[in-house]
């Protein structure tokens, strides 16, 4: 890459001198060298929403896969609205859905391995799709170390409430509801949906109320069919909505350097505690092989 030329930082998306061994945007050290590790990767547009779908799609094909290496007999898989091949609910189970005994045992890392695995074909086409359109425009609204931040924390939240909903419910209002595993990226893209909503509304102005009324209209039209289909978590999209609307209300329009570092130390250990749950998940699997 010629160091004199322009580039864009590779974290802010301003436009900077390449031979600058720091953004004076963001404070991002040796932009120049890390566009370089983006382009190789060919994320140097959508930094971290390649690498988002690619892991739903690997971990996908891995939960239909699964059954072939285990020494024990489980599915191969079931069938998505009784046509569509699905991966089998053993599958899931053991590639770390969120489940509320897990939860209660202390494996924690389900909450962020559930975010990953999808129950069929069309549920992670529609999450990917949904990924593929919101992820990037919130890259460039904040950041993509503050999109990794707004995703992870958004599907999180929407995972916890997904679980506690049925306990509260009977708890408090004597509402007979079932807990079931919960799966999917769809708390992580309506917390992207949140997010982009508190930027318009933050920014105000014509922009920003067209901003708030497309991404409303969005959220309660698609919270709507939640209530029509069976087999969808509506708290899992709210808890996800929700979060990711608050951590949007926290994070600044206006970014100084010494906020957007600190955004890239959170975002990167956001990363670092993603890959530690993916750790512990294969150590469960290898502990269930060697305990058959």
């Known amino acids: 890459m010629n160091q004199n030329k322009a580039i864009l930082c590779p ?28 382009n190789m990767i060919g994320a140097n547009q959508r930094n971290f929403t390649r690498i988002i779908i ?18 024990f007999k489980i599915p191969m898989f079931q069938r998505d609205f009784g046509i569509l091949p699905s991966p089998s609910s053993q599958a899931l ?10 939860l209660m045992k202390g494996d924690w890392w389900v909450l962020i391995t559930a975010m990953f695995l999808h129950g069929g074909i069309l549920h992670i086409l529609f999450n990917m799709l949904w990924v593929r359109d919101l992820a990037p425009q919130t890259e460039i609204l904040f950041s993509p170390h503050k999109m990794i931040i707004i995703y992870v924390l958004s599907g999180i939240g929407g995972n916890l409430l997904a679980l506690f909903t049925p306990i509260f ?31 318009g ?35 899992g999209h709210i808890g996800g909505f929700i ?35 993916f750790v512990k998940m294969i150590l469960r699997l290898a502990y269930i092989l060697n305990h058959i």
């Open 54 to 71: 690619t892991v739903n799609v690997v971990y996908f094909i891995i939960s239909f896969l699964l059954p072939l290496f285990l020494p």
């Open 169 to 199: 419910a009977r708890g408090m209002f004597m509402i007979p509801m079932d807990n079931y595993p919960v799966i999917g990226a769809s708390g992580a893209v309506f917390g992207l949906m949140g997010a982009i909503l508190a930027f």
């Open 11 to 38: 974290n802010c998306r301003k436009l900077i001198s390449g031979y600058l061994e720091e953004c004076p945007h963001c404070g991002l050290k040796s932009p120049s060298k890390k566009l370089k590790v983006y």
């Open 243 to 277: 979060t990711g609307f608050l951590v949007g209300q926290l994070l600044p329009i206006k970014s100084t350097p010494s906020a957007n570092k600190i955004s890239i130390f959170i975002g990167t250990g956001l990363l670092v505690i993603c890959g530690y749950s």
């Open 93 to 102: 189970g053991i590639l770390g859905w969120a489940e509320i005994g897990a």
């Open 201 to 235: 509304r933050k920014r105000g102005g014509l922009w920003g109320r067209q901003v708030v009324r497309q991404i409303g209209m969005w959220a309660v039209i698609l919270i709507a069919m939640g209530f029509l289909f069976p087999g969808i978590s509506n708290a």
